[in-house]
């Protein structure tokens, strides 16, 4: 199995500063395709998961810009550039190459 | 507009038998990998397993490997996972999800508890 660490487990941050996540993967996720399966989600408490990120980069559909990934091979982070209360939850990272997917531990955010 | 729906929370006893559903719609069923995730109480999400329902390939995390069953019927967009005879230790959400861009949609969860 391809493990996933996440740092840190948990952020407090104050509304309209910044955070950020980092995700290491046991193996690179470069597929032979060229394409990068790394993946963030976001559960909100008492929600299901939800995307915000997909092949390292791509924000999913209605997620707002202030949401941005990046990194390569076995590095990544998932960037808030200016954190609002909507934001508090589990945030996710999972990979998914070769259709074995695996997630990181979670990092809870909270607000101060 | 694409959903999933699964079936509604479950309770029943160690031993027991039980088959949870995910049902698709506002899109092609058989076109899209669907997966399972469960999710302990307080705890993180685990993947069980993933099934492409147009040719029903499966397959699973190994941590689930013959713990659990994936199927799926074209016929009413539907896919399953059921267990044999549940243990406490199945108590949890399960979820499911498409597997577009890794999980664009997915499913309300299943909230299974047992307990004797």
């Known amino acids: 199995d391809i493990v996933m660490t996440q740092t840190p487990l948990s952020l407090s941050v104050t509304p309209g500063q910044p955070a950020s996540i980092s995700c290491k993967s046991s193996?690179?996720?470069?597929?032979?395709?060229?394409?990068?399966?790394l993946y963030w989600y976001l559960q909100k408490p008492g929600q299901s998961p939800q995307l915000l990120i997909y092949e390292v980069s791509s924000r999913f559909s209605g997620v707002p810009d202030r949401f941005s990934g990046s990194g390569s091979g076995t590095d990544f982070t998932l960037k808030i550039s200016r954190v609002e209360a909507e934001d508090v939850g589990v945030y996710y990272c999972?990979?998914?190459?070769?259709?074995?997917?695996?997630f990181g531990q979670g990092t809870k955010l909270e607000i101060k | 507009e694409v959903q999933l729906v699964q079936s509604g929370a479950e309770v029943k006893k160690p031993g027991e038998s039980l088959k949870i559903s995910c049902k698709g719609s506002g899109y092609s069923f058989t076109s899209y990998w669907i997966g399972w995730v469960r999710q302990m109480p307080g705890k993180g999400l685990e993947w069980m397993g993933i099934?492409?329902?147009?040719?029903?390939?499966?397959r699973y995390s190994p941590s689930f490997q013959g713990q659990v069953t994936i199927s799926a019927d074209k016929s009413i967009s539907t896919a399953y996972l059921q267990w044999s005879s549940l243990k406490a230790s199945d108590t949890a959400m399960y979820y499911c999800a498409r597997l577009q861009y890794g999980g664009d949609y997915w499913g309300q969860g299943t909230l299974v508890t047992v307990s004797s």
């Open positions: 193996q690179s996720l470069l597929h032979s395709d060229g394409k990068t399966y």
């Open positions: 999972m990979q998914g190459i070769h259709l074995l997917y695996t």
């Open positions: 099934i492409y329902p147009g040719d029903s390939d499966t």
